[in-house]
Antibody, heavy 125, light 107 residues
């Protein structure tokens, strides 16, 4: 069974740091691009970051660029998100998700499947 | 940045057909997918590549696209389909983009 399990969430003060982990199982982790997506309480989904299967390429939402770092350890089948300079408005459930991609007649289609259960990050003093 | 627009809410009677739209500039030249999210749960993919249904998703879920508007259709809607639904597309500048979400109420 394909499974993603996040951990590392918790309460952190504004300006603080936290590292999230996402343990993958049931598939060949090292061959898939992976993502982080967050959801503030009562709000919609917000894409955060993406990393290439070998870790060589990373992209970030403008809102987190320069403060968050996505990484992975393919030997441990684990995805990470290092979050620095956290803000109160970044209180959210953080999900990791596996990317699926196809290119049809030159058009890229990307969707996320499956998603982990999420880990709650609360930024508050 | 690229944006996708969904109606905040849609209501449907049990057994009827629910339609949730998602519009975006040049969406006709992109692929859309749809996620279902029930309270307290993670999102689940229900449609990808505009109109493909993953294994395990009931046949009553279907997707279509006309021009720059993608539509998720739920035929014979059941009470268990009550959830938030999000569309998503890939934009080469904005990367993964989600619509604002639509709350489907079955009443």
């Amino acid at each position: 069974e394909v499974q993603l399990v996040e951990s590392g969430g918790g309460l952190v003060q504004p300006g603080g740091s936290l590292r999230l982990s996402c343990a993958a199982s049931g598939f060949t982790f090292s061959t898939y691009w992976m993502h982080w997506v967050r959801q503030a309480p009562g709000k919609g989904l917000e894409w955060v970051s993406r990393i290439r299967s070998d870790g060589s390429t990373t992209t970030y939402a403008a809102s987190v660029k320069g403060r968050f770092t996505i990484s992975r350890d393919n030997a441990k089948n684990t995805l990470y998100l290092q979050m620095n300079s956290l803000r109160a408005e970044e209180t959210a459930v953080y999900y990791c998700a596996r990317e699926r991609l196809t290119i049809i007649q030159g058009v890229t289609s990307i969707w996320l499947d499956p998603w982990g259960q999420g880990t709650l990050v609360t930024v508050s003093s | 940045s690229y944006e996708l627009t969904q109606p905040p809410s849609v209501s449907v009677s049990p057994g009827q057909t629910a339609s949730i739209t998602c519009s975006g500039n040049e969406l006709g030249n992109k692929y859309a997918c749809w996620y279902q999210q029930k309270p307290g749960q993670s999102p689940v993919l229900v449609i990808y590549e505009d109109n493909n249904r993953p294994s395990g998703i009931p046949e009553r879920f279907s997707g279509s696209k006309s021009g720059n508007t993608a539509t998720l259709t739920i035929s014979g809607t059941q009470a268990m389909d009550e959830a938030d639904y999000y569309c998503q597309a890939w934009d080469r500048n904005s990367y993964v983009v989600f619509g604002g979400g639509t709350k489907l109420t079955v009443l």
